[in-house]
C-alpha cells in the first residue's frame, strides 16, 4: 500500500512583544545583557549546545521522572532556545518535585520578564523572591529581585538586595553597576562613579556601566572624562544611544567644542524621535496581539499595520501581520511581510520559519529548506522548524534526514501532535501494518490531537482502531 502524504501546516508562532519599562538610565541585570547565552546558578548554554542539553535532560528525567534537576535543565535549556511555553512547563514540574530549588524560581522570574507575564511587576518579583528565599546566596536572583524594586522606585529595598548579593558576590560587575545607579539617583555622583569603575574593572566590555560613568562624571563637573565614557560606551555598540549620545552632546558643550556638540544634539534629538516611534509601535504590536487572540483578524491587521506605520523596521509587526494575512487567506500579503521581517532582522528564527512554510506550502521546497535551515541556525530551540523543516525533505524524497528531524522536533516539544504523526507515517510499513514504534507515535499524536485521525490513511487508522 503507498501512503498518502498529508499536508502539514504547523501553526505559526508568534513573536510577542516583551514589555519594556521606562528606562532607568542603563542599570541592566548582567544575565540579560549577554546574548546568545543565559544564566541560571548554573553555567551559561551556548546555542549551539542547546538540543544537546535538551537531550540530556529528557534523558535524565527518563531515568528518574521525578528529578527536579532534570526538569530545571530542560527549562534551562529550552528557555535559552526561545521555547518559553514548554520551558515554563518544565519548571512548573521541577517546582512539583522540589520547590526548594532557587534557580527554578529564578528560570520562572526570567521567563515571566521574557514574557512581559500579565503586564504585572509584582508576579515577578514573587518569582525572584522565592529564588532568594530557597537560596540567600544566589546573588543572581538577587540582582534580578533588585532590578524590579527599581523599576518600581523601592531603592531601599533594591540597595538592601544588591548589598546582600555583594556578600556572596563581590565579583558580579552588575552589582556595582546597581549600587552605582542607585547612588547617582539619591545625589552622591562621587560614590557612583566609584561603583561604575569597579563594575568595569570586573566586566569589558560592558557599555551600560560606561553610560552610567559618563553621567556620574558629568554630574561632577567632569566634562573630559564623562566625554571619554560615552565616546566609550557608545562604540561598544550601547543598544539604546539616545541618551549617551545626549551625554556626549552635553559635555562637549561644556569642554566649549560646539560645533561638534551642536551635531551630537541633532543625532541625539533623532534617536529619541525614533525611540518614542517605536515604543509607540510596541504599543500598537501588544493592541494587535491582544485583538488577534481575541479572535479579531480584521483589528489585528490594523493594529500591526499602525505599528508598521510608526517604525516601519519593526520586524515583530511585520511576522504577526504576516500571521493574520495567512489566516485570512491572503499569502501574496503574508509571504511578503513576512520577507519583510526577515529583511529587517535577519536572525529573526521565527519570521524565518513562517516565510519557510509560506514558500514550502507554494511548492518553493529549496527555498524553504533555506530558510528554515537559517531559521534553525538562529533559534536552535525553535521546535516547529525542525517539524517543517522534516516536510521539505519528505517532498524530496529524504526520509530517513525527515524521520531525524522530526526526532529533534519531539526531544524539543513531545506535545507537538502533527510531530509524532509524521514520524508514525514514516515508521508504518509500505505494507499498511503497524510496527510498535509507528503505532506509538500514531497514538500519542492522536492522543494529543484527536481531529488528526482525518490525516492518517484508512488502512492504518483501521489498523489503530482494531489494533492490528
Request: glycine content about 8%; aromatic content about 6%.
Amino acid at each position: 500500500m503507498t501512503k498518502a502524504r498529508k499536508t502539514v501546516v504547523v501553526a505559526f508562532i508568534l513573536s510577542l512583544c516583551a514589555f519594556a519599562p521606562a528606562r532607568l538610565r542603563a542599570f541592566q541585570v548582567s544575565v540579560r545583557a549577554e546574548p546568545g547565552a543565559i544564566v541560571s546558578s548554573g553555567p551559561a548554554i551556548p546555542a549551539s549546545q542547546i538540543v544537546e542539553a535538551v537531550t540530556k535532560a529528557r534523558h535524565e528525567i527518563a531515568q528518574n521522572p521525578r528529578s527536579a534537576q532534570g526538569y530545571l535543565l530542560l527549562g534551562t535549556a529550552l528557555r535559552a532556545g526561545g521555547n518559553l511555553q514548554a520551558a515554563a512547563r518544565a519548571l512548573d514540574q521541577a517546582a512539583q518535585f522540589d520547590p526548594n530549588l532557587s534557580a527554578v524560581w529564578l528560570q520562572k522570574g526570567l521567563i515571566a520578564l521574557q514574557n512581559g507575564q500579565n503586564g504585572t511587576i509584582a508576579s515577578t518579583e514573587n518569582l525572584f523572591q522565592k529564588a532568594v528565599d530557597a537560596d540567600p546566596a544566589n546573588s543572581q536572583a538577587r540582582l534580578e529581585l533588585a532590578a524590579v524594586l527599581l523599576r518600581q522606585g523601592d531603592f531601599k529595598k533594591a540597595e538592601s538586595q544588591l548589598e546582600a548579593a555583594l556578600r556572596s558576590d563581590a565579583q558580579n560587575a552588575g552589582v556595582w553597576d546597581g549600587l552605582g545607579f542607585i547612588s547617582l539617583e539619591e545625589g552622591d555622583p562621587g560614590a557612583a562613579a566609584g561603583d561604575f569603575r569597579k563594575a568595569l574593572a570586573l566586566k569589558s566590555p560592558y557599555p551600560e556601566a560606561e553610560e552610567n560613568l559618563g553621567e556620574a562624571l558629568l554630574q561632577r563637573g567632569d566634562a573630559a572624562g564623562a566625554r571619554a565614557a560615552f565616546e566609550k560606551a557608545l562604540a561598544e555598540g550601547l543598544p539604546d544611544a539616545s541618551m549617551a549620545t545626549y551625554g556626549l552632546a552635553s559635555a562637549l558643550k561644556r569642554l566649549n567644542e560646539n560645533a561638534q556638540a551642536d551635531a551630537e544634539f541633532v543625532k541625539a534629538r533623532e534617536l529619541m524621535r525614533q525611540m518614542v516611534l517605536t515604543s509607540r509601535a510596541q504599543n500598537e504590536n501588544d493592541r494587535g496581539l491582544q485583538l488577534w487572540y481575541g479572535g479579531d483578524l480584521s483589528g489585528a491587521a490594523a493594529a500591526f499595520r499602525q505599528a508598521i506605520a510608526s517604525d516601519p523596521s519593526y520586524a515583530e509587526a511585520h511576522n504577526n501581520l504576516g500571521g493574520v494575512l495567512w489566516q485570512m487567506k491572503d499569502v501574496a500579503g503574508a509571504q511578503r511581510e513576512f520577507a519583510a521581517a526577515v529583511r529587517d532582522k535577519p536572525d529573526f528564527g521565527k519570521a524565518r520559519n513562517n516565510l519557510g512554510n509560506v514558500l514550502l506550502n507554494a511548492g518553493n521546497v529549496d527555498e524553504a529548506i533555506t530558510q528554515f535551515q537559517a531559521a534553525l541556525a538562529a533559534q536552535p530551540g525553535l521546535a516547529s522548524a525542525y517539524v517543517n523543516f522534516a516536510n521539505a525533505l519528505l517532498k524530496k524524497g529524504e526520509k530517513q534526514t525527515a524521520q531525524d528531524e522530526l526526532r529533534q522536533a519531539l526531544d524539543l516539544d513531545p506535545t507537538i501532535a502533527v510531530a509524532h504523526i509524521e514520524l508514525g507515517l514514516l515508521l508504518a510499513p509500505a505494507s499498511g501494518s503497524l510496527t510498535p514504534d509507528a503505532r506509538r507515535e500514531l497514538e500519542e499524536g492522536l492522543r494529543l490531537e484527536p481531529q488528526l485521525w482525518s490525516a492518517l490513511p484508512a488502512p492504518l487508522y483501521e489498523g489503530l482502531m482494531l489494533g492490528n
